[in-house]
């Protein structure tokens, strides 16, 4: 399995951008996938969770109204809309596939750079 994150980048305050995860090695339609970030000195937390249809997303709360999740199952790819962005999103966003096999199976992206600076 292989997710590759793309899109990460340098962007004023109010601005925006739009990541990508192209996944390979599975069969993505199965997958639930989720965007996650990592802060300088601080754990990796949740951002968004799309259900493998895709008819269901959840946000964390710092994040709703602003970033919108989305997936492309023909395109084996997820998206994360980030618009509004603000100094404290600034962080290592990470794509993961996960699935329930009768064990939990988790893969991880190798992290795109988020930088809001003015």
């Known amino acids: 399995v292989q997710l590759v994150e793309s899109g990460g980048g340098l962007v004023q305050p109010g601005g925006s951008l739009r990541l990508s995860c192209a996944a390979s090695?599975?069969?993505?339609?199965?997958?639930?996938m989720s965007w996650h970030r990592q802060a300088p000195g601080k754990e990796r937390e949740l951002v968004a969770h799309?259900?493998?249809?895709?008819?269901?997303?959840v946000y964390a709360d710092s994040v709703k109204g602003r970033f919108t999740i989305s997936r492309d199952n023909a395109k084996n790819t997820i998206y994360l809309q980030m618009n509004s962005l603000k100094f404290e999103d600034t962080a290592v966003y990470y794509c993961?596939?996960?699935?329930?096999?009768?064990?939990?199976?988790?893969?991880w992206g190798q992290g795109t750079q988020v930088t809001v600076s003015s």
């Open positions: 993961k596939a996960t699935i329930w096999l009768g064990s939990l199976y988790e893969y």
């Open positions: 090695g599975l069969t993505f339609s199965n997958y639930a």
């Open positions: 799309i259900a493998s249809s895709g008819s269901s997303s």
